[in-house]
């Protein structure tokens, strides 16, 4: 069944992602991804496709750690690589590394804003429309209408905040502070790895 979900170890994680120099370390990211995808576990069994997507993806990005090593050590190489080797044709299989992080990068984006509403939101709030606003703002600008539609329908079945705190073993006193590092955190990895897909125009990768 493996661990439950620790924000705590979620936090650890995340400060290990990027360097001092502003790398994106893709072993790190994955880590961390792999333990923050716990969390929507506790959201229901409506999430279970955002789960299973996550769990795809990172597995994709860790097959290119481990089948080739180095140019995949960090974001920055990872693009840098794949763009001389003329390596991002939608057809490949498994598909490349920078189109699947392009995906886990806008999936981040989602975090941050619902993240955001859960650290204002009150005990017996429902954290669907928290979680539907963030979605709209985010997530459904690069899905199709019929996804759209299938997402909001799980996002309205998402437990109070209360509930979802209980799951995972922490009340608002003690996760305020935690979602506050973890915010710290996430919005410059965001906002580096945003900046990397623009210098390469790739933000439409297919």
Request: hydrophobic share 35%; no cysteine.
């Amino acid at each position: 069944m493996g661990t439950p979900f620790d924000l705590s170890q979620v936090v650890a994680l995340f400060e290990r992602i990027k360097t001092e120099e502003g790398e994106i370390l893709l072993q790190e990211y994955t880590d961390a991804y792999s333990e923050l995808n716990k969390f929507f576990g506790l959201l229901g069994r409506a999430m279970t496709f955002v789960t299973a997507d996550i769990n795809e993806k990172v597995g994709i990005l860790r097959h290119h750690l481990n089948t080739t090593g180095e140019p995949y050590r960090s974001a920055q190489a990872m693009i840098k690589y794949e763009v001389e080797k003329k390596l991002l044709d939608k057809s490949r299989k498994p598909p490349s590394g920078s189109r699947t992080l392009l995906r886990l990068h806008r999936a981040l984006n989602f975090i941050i804003h619902f993240f955001e509403k859960l650290k204002e939101s009150s005990d017996e709030e429902k954290l669907s429309s928290q979680a539907s606003e963030a979605y709209g703002a985010t997530l459904a600008h690069h899905h199709t209408w019929l996804i759209r539609k299938a997402v909001q329908v799980g996002l309205y079945l998402v437990p109070k905040t209360k509930d979802v705190l209980a799951s995972a073993k922490e009340t608002k006193e003690t996760v305020e502070p935690k979602l506050k590092r973890l915010l710290e955190l996430a919005r410059p990895i965001y906002e580096i790895t945003e900046k990397l897909y623009t210098d390469f125009d790739l933000h439409s990768l297919p």
